[in-house]
């Protein structure tokens, strides 16, 4: 099995600091550039998991690097270089403390919400008798609140965010249309590859008074895909339909008796079980793109990274 990058320590010239989340290490460059490691670590119930999983940092890299490119022309965006298979270097930006959740299905947690009587979600109300799975009559933004390290997110409605002066008005409005059209945008690309854009999440940031879409976008650890193929019988019967998304990896979690709750340990990371993670996260960046996954080179991970990222900002 080839080797996984879970820590980064580096000092690359001119670093004032390093922060390290849950997937990524981000080093800021003289407080006008960040360097984003994307590492082979793997999140899921607000937990890292103890193994790494090969690969997975360079194929979430590569992907979102292409749908920031694929969607500049809808809105600005942080990105400027991919010097590396890892790493993508761009803009440095004071990020708003919302994240943009957009839905063009009743799923996940908004289902479960919904099945619990709920018939409002983040101020949007929603008609009875939908079933899990239905299509909205258009897509739904469903913000949350930028939570803390070791904090859970939090719904909330544009009316509370505008009331609490979280966002300025006039930026909200221009972040909910770029929501749409991003969304928009991957529901296109996506359809072209026989799958169906469910759910997503943006975040975005300003420097100099513009505003800058940041982060990954419409990798599967922040999206949910359905395979269109099938999608209309699963329905009217209603089974579960055919995903692309981290899923899978929280189902296995649940089988081995762990939900992230309170006194659950995280079950063994056999090498077979990272392997297969590791598979099914290349057959999802293909699926997803259309392109074969080439493999970089992992035999001197964090010296390749020092030296591309450090040619690059010197």
């Known amino acids: 099995m080839k080797k996984a990058l879970v820590r980064t320590e580096y000092r690359f010239p001119g670093q004032v600091s390093v922060y390290h989340g849950k997937v990524r290490d981000v080093y800021n460059i003289r407080n006008e550039v960040l360097v984003m490691v994307a590492t082979d670590r793997i999140s899921a119930f607000d937990a890292v998991l103890p193994e790494g999983i090969p690969y997975k940092g360079q194929m979430l890299n590569q992907l979102s690097a292409k ?3 694929a969607t500049a022309d809808i809105c600005p965006n942080w990105k400027r270089a991919v010097p590396d298979p890892m790493v993508t270097v761009g803009v440095q930006c004071e990020s708003f403390p919302v994240e943009m959740i957009v839905r063009a299905y009743l ?16 101020g949007v109300k929603l008609p009875d008798g939908m079933r899990e799975n239905q299509p909205f009559p258009e897509p739904v933004i469903t913000p949350t609140t930028k939570a803390a390290p070791g904090a859970h997110d939090e719904n909330i409605s544009r009316d509370e965010i505008l009331q609490r002066g ?58 949910r895909y359905f395979y269109r193929e099938g999608y209309g019988e699963r329905f009217a019967k ?57 493999k970089a080179d992992t035999g001197s991970l964090l010296s390749r990274i020092e030296n591309n990222v450090t040619a690059y900002i010197g």
């Open 67 to 69: 749908f920031l490119d």
């Open 107 to 122: 799923c996940g947690s908004a289902w479960r919400a919904y099945r619990n009587g709920a018939r409002e979600i983040c």
């Open 166 to 223: 979280l966002v300025p008005e006039a930026e909200y409005a221009r972040m909910e249309k770029y929501t749409l059209d991003l969304f928009g945008r991957g529901t296109e690309i996506a359809a072209g590859r026989g799958l169906m854009l469910v759910d997503t999440k943006y975040e975005f940031g300003h420097r100099d008074g513009k505003i800058y879409l940041i982060d990954e976008i419409h990798t599967p650890d922040s999206s």
């Open 238 to 294: 209603g089974e579960p339909q055919r995903q692309l998304s981290k899923e899978f990896v929280r189902e296995w979690l649940m089988e081995n008796g762990f939900r992230g709750e309170a006194g659950q340990e995280v079950p063994a990371m056999t090498p077979e079980i990272v392997e297969s993670i590791s598979n099914r996260y290349i057959e999802l960046f293909e699926q997803i793109t259309g392109e074969a996954f080439v």
